[in-house]
């Protein structure tokens, strides 16, 4: 079965901690994606980021990098120095074959001054 | 920039009503999806459609159907609304997958069923 597993429902920062968000996955596929999503209080849908299964460099862009450790099947994804701007909820999101994205529950940021 | 614009922000209808709901790509993406999003349950897929005039069930396809009668516009339809139906809908659009199951995604329509 395919599943993603995002176990904070909801985490409360003080602006320039950082902060890192878990998403663990389960697939049986050997090819498949990995990506997060920022939902603002907008309500669309940012992509951040996309990983393949073949490639496990760590990525950083700006204040966010992203750890991909398939040994534990974790994608996981840190902001340094956290920016109140960064208050939304975040999506990671398993991508297969035939093109169907399975998320998991969101975890909720939330940033204060 | 991509832009996927969906019909409407907020949708209040009665129980029993026909329920239509319009998305809209000017991508040309061939590959669109609708979600519902609920507290607590993230994203489920409903429906997708990888061309006009095909539509395959997503995960929760029940009490829902799908119209693309035209490559950039996919309609998500409720039969006859449910209060269980109330919640926030979500399309997007994609390319073919040479792009790597990249999704786009419209600003969501929040539908409640009263």
């Known amino acids: 079965a395919q599943k993603v597993t995002q176990a904070q429902t909801e985490i409360s920062v003080v602006e320039k901690e950082d902060v890192t968000l878990d998403c663990v996955y389960e697939t049986r596929d050997t090819t498949y994606y990995l990506f997060w999503y920022k939902q603002p209080p907008s309500g669309e849908l940012v992509f951040l980021i996309r990983?393949?299964?073949?490639?496990?460099q760590n990525e950083i862009s700006g204040r966010y990098s992203w750890n991909f450790q398939k040994s534990t099947s974790s994608f996981n994804f840190t902001i340094t120095a956290s920016q109140v701007v960064d208050s939304a909820v975040y999506f990671c999101?398993?991508?297969?074959?035939?093109?169907?994205?399975?998320f998991g529950t969101g975890t909720r940021l939330l940033v204060s001054p | 920039d991509v832009k996927v614009t969906q019909s409407s922000r907020y949708l209040v209808k009665r129980t029993g009503e026909k329920v239509f709901l319009e998305c809209v790509q000017d991508m040309d993406h061939e590959n669109m999806f609708w979600y519902r999003q609920d507290p607590g349950l993230g994203l489920r897929l409903i429906y997708f459609?990888?061309?006009?005039?095909?539509?395959e069930k997503g995960d929760i396809p029940e009490g829902y159907s799908v119209s693309r009668e035209k490559k950039e516009r996919f309609s998500l339809i409720l039969e006859s609304a449910s209060t269980n139906q109330t919640s926030m809908y979500l399309c997007?659009?994609?390319?073919?997958?040479?792009?790597?199951?990249?999704?786009?995604f419209g600003p969501g329509t929040r539908l409640t069923v009263t």
């Open positions: 997007a659009s994609g390319p073919v997958v040479t792009r790597a199951y990249e999704q786009y």
């Open positions: 990983r393949n299964s073949f490639d496990e």
């Open positions: 459609s990888y061309d006009v005039k095909m539509k």
């Open positions: 999101a398993l991508g297969l074959p035939v093109q169907k994205l399975v």
